[in-house]
């Protein structure tokens, strides 16, 4: 519950896709947790119970964002619709005083500016959470302290083919602690490329693997190699039911944060 022990309430944005509707439905579940909108523009003024089933709120599916903030008057906007409107619907709750979770990736460094900016400027917390499952978390934390002493480091991300970009952002922010937590980069063996790409794409010094294939979920495997040995740390996610516990935690926790915040280490650990 919240800090005076009232109810959190939450609206959903992207309420009509598949982690949206999970969402929903582990919100509902909860007694310190309420759904009090569910935004989209697909399946608009349709209810949300022929979505999720008779576990779901009585509400019926909204369109427009700001409409709904002002009328309901969440504590918290979970987000699961896009880079290309995630940063847009954040600046109309933040100006609100309503604190943001996003679960879009792809977010550009300027658009993370932007709400970095409107968070200082509304005194009100975001959080970006790259990845809600808190085996996700663990693996990035255990890779992290990997690094410093296995420096050379490749990461293979898999996701289903739906997946709108590559690479993910759970490999994104993997590459970035990683690089963090080691002394230097490596020196990279110089390798001959018969095909552009045959090593992957190179971020903060890491070799990062993209895979998209129908009968996968969410999928990450991050290798070390060092003398005469490998370590391969992995996770995975086979149902959305697994990102629902960091979801729910997410949305308890983000009004006690400060400003932007990326990851959901952060609550986890602090």
């Not at 509902?28 to 709120?57: F, H």
Request: hydrophobic share 45%; with cysteine; proline share 4%.
């Amino acid at each position: 519950m919240a800090p005076d022990g009232s109810v959190v309430k939450v609206a959903v944005v992207g309420a009509a896709g598949k982690m949206g509707c999970e969402s929903i439905k582990a919100i509902t579940r909860q007694n310190d947790l309420e759904v009090v909108a569910a935004i989209d523009n697909q399946c608009v003024d349709e209810p949300m119970k022929s979505l999720v089933g008779n576990e779901g709120p009585d509400l019926s599916v909204r369109s427009k964002v700001g409409e709904a903030l002002d009328e309901t008057r969440p504590d918290v906007l979970l987000d699961f619709t896009h880079a290309s409107c995630a940063p847009e619907h954040a600046l109309s709750a933040l100006k609100r005083k309503i604190a943001v979770v996003i679960g879009a990736s792809g977010l550009s460094g300027a658009d993370l500016q932007v709400v970095k900016e409107a968070c200082a400027e509304h005194g009100t917390a975001c959080l970006l959470v790259p990845n809600f499952a808190l085996g996700a978390v663990l693996m990035m934390r255990f890779a992290e302290i990997a690094a410093k002493w296995l420096p050379n480091a490749e990461i293979i991300e898999l996701h289903h083919p739906a997946k709108a970009d590559a690479p993910s952002g759970t490999a994104l922010h993997t590459a970035k602690v990683i690089q963090a937590s080691r002394a230097a980069a490596p020196r990279e063996a110089r390798s001959i490329e018969k095909v552009e790409g045959a090593r992957g794409a190179q971020v903060d010094s890491v070799r990062i693997h993209s895979v998209r294939l129908p009968g996968l979920l969410a999928h990450q495997e991050v290798l070390f190699g060092g003398a005469g040995e490998t370590l391969a740390i992995r996770h995975d996610s086979m149902d959305r039911t697994s990102f629902m516990d960091g979801v729910l935690l997410a949305c308890r926790e983000v009004r006690s944060l400060s400003g932007l915040v990326v990851g959901l280490d952060k609550v986890m650990f602090r």
